[in-house]
């Protein structure tokens, strides 16, 4: 607003602003404070989405409510659970249809600093636009949201929370509110992150881990590598803040059974198959892994990267590349990796667990606290 200089306009301004309030059930809101590590980077938040208190905490309170579903079972956190960095530890989720979706749920931390494509394959734009997908989709929560907005406006507690964050109960709100929950979902105290302010050194074999895990192999120099840096270089946030940067095909389907991908937002040949190279900050507590959930465990997965690798004609040259031994066979591709180069690698994935974003007080469940405190 608009400082005024003169005593005399002082009272118009008022008065002027208190119809204002009136007229736009403007209500006066106060912005949320919180830190993150400098290594993060930038971020970005909606103009027309300010991170307020007041929207966080009803987002919080919207987030845990199985009011959101037809059958009021069904919450966010029914797919997304805090003890497990917001995944559910299922193959792919189940929602009120009972009839598995065709993905595995996704970790929800440090979103500010994700790319602006949400989901697997990147559809959803921004976390407004996705908050409403599970609510009216019919196999996750199958609500209509009209009928939503009217239990909203019938329970007192809902419709004061809507009056502070956003002046009245609307759709709009309700993903408003999700949204900037989630933004405040920050995870930034692992082992790693800790070793990052140097507060700790890491065990020999987590940085025996480290070290592989941000080198891409070169047999000339004999440097051994994992590569995984080369996609997972954001693994710390949400993945790439830039364009498609961090959709890549790690090679986990051959051509016959290639899925959509990426390709399903830009209909280009090119993007088949590519997903989304999620954040591995607590990978340890969100298997089973990738988008279809089909690895139970982190030795799956390195087991995957070291020789499962099929070809395709879109798999990912940086996969294609990397090998600890020069290139003898030409069609099998692997990491060449030793026993213990795969187990240091896992080592120093689990370094990424945050126990304190885990257990958190402020991102868990509402309810049981109003239940606790009578
Ligand atoms: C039935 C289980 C289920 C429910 C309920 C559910 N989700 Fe999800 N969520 C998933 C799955 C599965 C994915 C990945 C889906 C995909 O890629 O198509 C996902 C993805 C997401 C993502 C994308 C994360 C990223 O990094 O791209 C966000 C954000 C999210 N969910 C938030 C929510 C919110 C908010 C709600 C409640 C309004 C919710 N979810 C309800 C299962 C669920
Ligand atoms: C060419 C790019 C690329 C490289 C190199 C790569 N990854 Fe990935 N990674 C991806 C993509 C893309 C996904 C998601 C794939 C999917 O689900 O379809 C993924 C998924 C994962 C997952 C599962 C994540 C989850 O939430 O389910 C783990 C764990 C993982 N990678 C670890 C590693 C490790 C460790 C390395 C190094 C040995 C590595 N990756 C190398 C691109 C890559």
């Known amino acids: 607003m608009k400082s005024a200089k003169v005593v005399g306009v002082l009272i118009p301004i008022f008065i002027a602003s208190t119809i204002y309030y009136i007229n736009n059930k403007k209500p006066a809101t106060h912005l949320v404070e919180f830190t993150a590590p400098f290594v993060f980077g930038r971020f970005t938040v909606p103009q027309n989405n300010p991170l307020t208190q007041e929207s966080v905490l ?11 579903s037809s059958n009021n079972q069904v919450s966010c956190a029914t797919c997304h659970k805090q003890p497990l960095a917001f995944t559910d530890g299922l193959k792919t989720s189940v929602g009120v249809s009972g009839k598995p979706l065709a993905f595995n749920s996704m970790s929800l931390v440090n979103l500010m600093w994700g790319p602006k494509h949400f989901f697997w394959n990147g559809r959803s734009p921004s976390l407004e636009d996705q908050a409403i997908q599970p609510i009216e989709h019919l196999d996750e929560m199958s609500r209509n949201i009209e009928d939503l907005l009217v239990d909203l406006n019938n329970d007192d507690t809902y419709r004061d929370l809507f009056k502070r964050a956003f002046g009245e109960v609307s759709a709009q709100g309700i993903a408003k509110a999700l949204a900037n929950f989630q933004r405040m979902l920050i995870s930034s105290n692992s082992r790693y ?8 050194t890491l065990s020999s074999i987590e940085e025996q881990g480290r070290k592989l895990f941000m080198a891409h192999p070169d047999t000339k120099v ?20 830039t364009m498609f940067d961090g959709f890549s095909n790690n090679g986990l389907d051959d051509d016959q059974a290639l899925q959509a991908g990426l390709f399903t937002l830009t209909n280009n040949e090119a993007h088949r198959g590519l997903f989304k190279a999620p954040t591995l900050r607590n990978i340890a507590v969100t298997a089973p892994y990738m988008h279809d ?8 997965v390195l087991a995957h990267y070291n020789g499962g690798i099929k070809r395709s004609k879109t798999l990912s040259p940086l996969i294609i590349e ?6 003898t066979q030409k069609n099998h591709i692997s990491l060449n990796l030793n026993d213990d180069e795969i187990i240091a690698i896992i080592a120093f994935l689990h370094t990424l667990t945050d126990k304190e974003f885990l257990t958190n007080p402020a991102f868990s469940n509402p309810f049981t606290e109003e239940n606790n405190n009578g």
């Open 222 to 241: 004999i440097l051994r590598g994992g590569n995984c840096i080369d996609c997972h270089s954001q693994f710390l946030t949400g993945g790439f803040s």
């Open 322 to 327: 990397a090998d600890n031994i020069p290139k």
């Open 193 to 200: 992150d800790q070793y990052i302010r140097g507060e700790l």
């Open 293 to 300: 959930g089909r690895f139970t465990t982190l030795e799956d």
């Open 58 to 68: 009803l987002g919080r309170r919207l987030f845990y409510d199985p009011l959101l």
